[in-house]
Nanobody, 125 residues
Framework: QVQLVESGGGLVQAGGSLRLSCAGS????????MGWFRQAPGKEREFVAA????????RYADFVKGRFTISRHNGKNSVYLQMNSQKPEDTAVYYC??????????????????WGQGTQVTVTS
């Protein structure tokens, strides 16, 4: 199994940027496709982005295309979410998740095996 710890959340003004990090430990990180999800108060957890185990392939939710970028560094056992041009509606707890697959994981939270504890992102207008 793999343990995941997110960091990098915080408070940012609309139009600003944040970079989230997720550090993995335990099992071989490069065996896992990785995803980012978010959950706003009173809403269900939703898919944000995913990356294949090698980092070669990615998938994004429509509402973040062109603004967010997912990447990974297997040598550092880490996955990142660069968030630009942020909007107040991006305010949520952001979670990273892992699925043991070489491909790009899907958009359903049920398809992931391991989760981090989350990091709060607040975007002010």
């Amino acid at each position: 199994q793999v343990q995941l710890v997110e960091s990098g959340g915080g408070l940012v003004q609309a139009g600003g940027s944040l970079r989230l990090s997720c550090a993995g430990s335990g099992d071989t990180f490069s065996r896992y496709g990785m995803g980012w999800f978010r959950q706003a108060p009173g809403k269900e957890r939703e898919f944000v982005a995913a990356v294949s185990s090698s980092g070669a392939a990615t998938r994004y939710a429509d509402f973040v295309k062109g603004r967010f970028t997912i990447s990974r560094h297997n040598g550092k056992n880490s996955v990142y979410l660069q968030m630009n041009s942020q909007k107040p509606e991006d305010t949520a707890v952001y979670y990273c998740a892992a699925r043991k697959t070489s491909g790009v994981p899907g958009t359903s939270a049920d398809g992931y095996d391991y989760w981090g504890q989350g990091t709060q992102v607040t975007v002010t207008s």
